[in-house]
């Protein structure tokens, strides 16, 4: 079975100062991993996934497959960055599924 | 194009009786998963949903279930309700499986 880590409930950073975003998972096949940001009040949307290798929002989370993590990353914390910060598996679970394993989040609050 | 839209936002219901929600996933979208969320063990899967079959079912027990119609919009019923299963409720859809999913706002259940 899947499962995926996130280390740290709350992670406090002050705007400007890097922010790292710990993710591990287990998973016996080839993982795709997705990071998820729910803002306050609004609904839980995508923010990047592995596969893509793209910079959303300043964002970017590389795939370490010997670590077995995700870890999210941007350089420099902006106050809109504060929300809280899931990380997620898709694995394959037959009959054409995906299922998609949450970790169970990461509060970001960024201090002005 | 519309978001995902699931209704209705916010119920209070009393142990023992049953509710069922609803969900309306973006238009084209055939699968459709239900999360349920809590502040104790995150997002957990309850099932999946593609042309109207259940393919794949979470760890919860049976008073949880779920259908969909033909038009993609679908509905999961909990029975005998129980106080712990007050929850955020989350619904989902996808083009295909789990990869990229797309939200609701979720309906909050409060059982008392």
């Known amino acids: 079975a899947q499962r995926v880590t996130q280390p740290e409930k709350l992670l406090s950073v002050f705007k400007g100062a890097p922010v790292e975003l710990k993710c591990n998972y287990s998973?016996?096949?080839?993982?795709?991993l997705f990071w998820y940001v729910q803002y306050s009040r609004q609904r839980l949307q995508l923010l990047l996934r592995?596969?893509s290798r793209e910079s959303i929002k300043g964002f970017t989370a590389d795939l370490n497959k010997g670590e077995t993590s995700f870890h999210l990353k941007k350089p420099f914390a902006q106050e809109e960055d504060s929300a809280m910060y899931y990380c997620a598996l898709s694995a394959y679970s037959g009959a054409g599924s995906y299922q998609l394993t949450f970790g169970k989040g990461t509060k970001l609050s960024v201090i002005p | 194009k519309a978001g995902v839209t699931q209704t209705p936002r916010y119920l209070i219901k009393t142990r023992g009786q049953q509710v069922t929600l609803s969900c309306s996933p973006i238009?084209?979208?055939?699968?459709v998963s239900w999360y349920q969320q809590t502040p104790g063990q995150g997002l957990q899967f309850l099932f999946e949903y593609f042309s109207e079959t259940q393919r794949n079912k979470g760890n919860f027990p049976g008073r949880f279930s779920g259908r969909q119609f033909s038009n993609s919009r679908s509905e999961m019923n909990v029975s005998t309700l129980e106080l712990g299963d007050s929850a955020l409720y989350l619904c989902?859809?996808?083009?295909?499986?789990?990869?990229?999913?797309?939200f609701g706002q979720g309906t909050r259940l409060t059982v008392v």
């Open positions: 592995h596969i």
């Open positions: 989902a859809s996808s083009l295909a499986g789990a990869n990229e999913a797309f």
């Open positions: 238009s084209g979208h055939r699968s």
């Open positions: 998973y016996s096949g080839s993982p795709e």
